[in-house]
């Protein structure tokens, strides 16, 4: 059996709703209907963002904030999909491949059952993976704190990566 070296790595992101101006949320790269946006500085795509900090932190690189500042105004209105494709490199330059992503998104509305599949399908794309081995599931908080109140939305993401020892 081949040795592998084995990394870890856990990310977590959260975003507030805007004023209800924008009429849906970008998940996982997936156009969402909802009451409201989210605020941030890119497209505030919390699940790729938290899995772009868990991908950083399983080899020590620093977290998104750090590879694309928010006082960068190249990164205004960025896609994320962009960016974790970028962290992926990142990755795959050190020698590293993603062995699967355990993802959590927790909020009360908008349901996101009905788009399971397309968030997996893309995050799986983006990081040249079969789509079984990216898990997305949703939780409430049953409305408690923040998330309850439906003021934001907060994505947790585990992932392992694996690198063929020489």
Request: negative net charge; glycine residues 8%.
């Amino acid at each position: 059996m081949t040795p592998f070296d084995l990394r870890i790595g856990q990310g977590l992101d959260v975003h507030a709703f805007d004023d209800g101006s924008t009429h849906y949320v970008t998940l996982a790269g997936v156009q969402i209907p909802h009451t409201h946006g989210l605020i941030a500085h890119s497209d505030g795509d919390v699940i790729l963002h938290a899995l772009s900090d868990a991908l950083l932190g399983a080899l020590a690189l620093g977290d998104i904030g750090q590879h694309f500042p928010d006082t960068d105004v190249q990164f205004k209105g960025a896609d994320s999909r962009v960016l974790l494709r970028h962290v992926y490199q990142i990755i795959q330059d050190r020698g590293f491949s993603l062995v699967n992503a355990d993802i959590t998104v927790a909020c009360e509305r908008p349901k996101l059952a009905p788009h399971n599949l397309a968030m997996r399908q893309n995050i799986a794309d983006d990081l040249q993976v079969s789509v079984d081995r990216v898990s997305v599931k949703a939780t409430t908080t049953e409305k408690l704190g923040f998330t309850g109140r439906q003021e934001g939305i907060l994505a947790q993401a585990t992932i392992l990566l694996a690198k063929k020892a020489t």
